[in-house]
C-alpha cells in the first residue's frame, strides 16, 4: 500500500526516472541499502522500487508508527520501527534479520539520519551507522546498493523551507533520479563491510547525480 501511495504521489511533485545496473536482480533475503537526504527520498525510493516490481520490507524512524492511519499501515505491512538512542534499538535488526529470513526485501537507509546541511545541493553519502554492516554479518545477506539525487530540491533545509519546496514542487516538478546497483556479497568483517557498503552505495548516487546532470560532491 505504501508503494502505491508514493507511485502516485511522487509524480506531482516531480519528474522521477530510474535506471540499474546491467545483472541487477532483486533476489529473496537481499538488503537494500540507499542514501538518505531528505524527507522526500523515502517515497521517491518507495515509487522507484515499485516501478521495477519491488515492495521491501522499510526500516524507519519509530516515530512514524505514532502518526494517525500511518502507524497502522506500517504495523499492517510489517515495516519496522526502529527505536533510536533507547534500550529498543536492537529489535530493529532481530526482526529485519527475520523479514530476511522470511525471503523478504529489507531496505534500510546507511546513515540513519538527515544530513544537516541547509542547502539543495547534492553531496556524498555521510558516514554509515553499523545496523547494516551488523545485519549483513549476522545474516549473510547480499546487498543491492541504491542511490537517489534530486530529493533536496523536493524539500530540504529549515523547517521553513520544507512546507515552502513542498507547496512549490507540484509547479517545479524537479527532477529526481534513483539508480540500483548490482547484487553483491560482503565482508564478514564489521568494519570492511560498512566501508565497502558505504563505497557501492556512494558509486549508485555518483550514477544517479550524473543522470540529473549535477555535479557530484566530494566523499567525505
Known amino acids: 500500500m505504501l508503494s502505491s501511495i508514493a507511485t502516485r504521489l511522487v509524480p506531482a511533485f516531480g519528474r522521477l526516472t530510474v535506471t540499474t545496473d546491467a545483472g541487477t536482480d532483486f533476489a529473496p533475503g537481499s538488503i537494500i541499502v540507499a542514501n538518505h537526504t531528505?524527507?522526500?527520498?523515502?517515497?521517491?525510493?518507495?515509487?522507484?522500487?515499485?516501478?521495477?516490481?519491488?515492495?521491501?520490507?522499510?526500516?524507519?524512524?519509530?516515530g512514524l508508527w505514532r502518526v494517525p492511519v500511518l502507524g497502522r499501515v506500517l504495523r499492517r505491512e510489517g515495516h519496522i520501527p526502529v527505536h533510536r538512542g533507547t534500550v529498543r534499538a536492537g529489535e530493529a535488526l532481530d526482526s529485519a534479520a527475520a523479514a530476511l529470513g522470511d525471503g523478504r526485501l529489507v531496505l534500510i537507509y546507511g546513515e540513519g539520519r538527515l544530513p544537516p546541511r541547509r542547502d539543495s545541493g547534492e553531496a556524498a553519502p555521510g558516514p554509515f551507522r553499523s545496523g547494516v554492516s551488523r545485519l549483513v554479518c549476522a545474516t549473510g545477506?547480499?546487498?543491492?546498493?541504491?542511490?537517489?539525487?534530486?530529493?533536496?530540491?523536493?524539500?530540504?533545509?529549515?523547517?521553513?523551507?520544507?512546507?515552502?519546496?513542498?507547496?512549490?514542487?507540484?509547479v517545479r516538478r524537479p527532477r529526481v533520479h534513483v539508480h540500483v546497483g548490482a547484487r553483491t556479497p560482503v565482508s564478514d568483517d564489521m568494519a570492511a563491510a560498512n566501508a565497502y557498503v558505504r563505497q557501492a552505495v556512494t558509486r549508485a548516487w555518483e550514477t544517479a547525480v550524473r543522470q540529473l546532470g549535477e555535479r557530484a560532491g566530494r566523499f567525505r
Open 38 to 62: 531528505s524527507l522526500a527520498d523515502p517515497a521517491i525510493v518507495l515509487a522507484a522500487l515499485h516501478r521495477l516490481g519491488v515492495r521491501p520490507v522499510v526500516l524507519a524512524t519509530a
Open 141 to 170: 545477506a547480499q546487498v543491492i546498493p541504491l542511490g537517489q539525487a534530486g530529493a533536496r530540491r523536493v524539500v530540504s533545509g529549515s523547517p521553513s523551507k520544507q512546507l515552502a519546496g513542498l507547496v512549490t514542487a507540484p
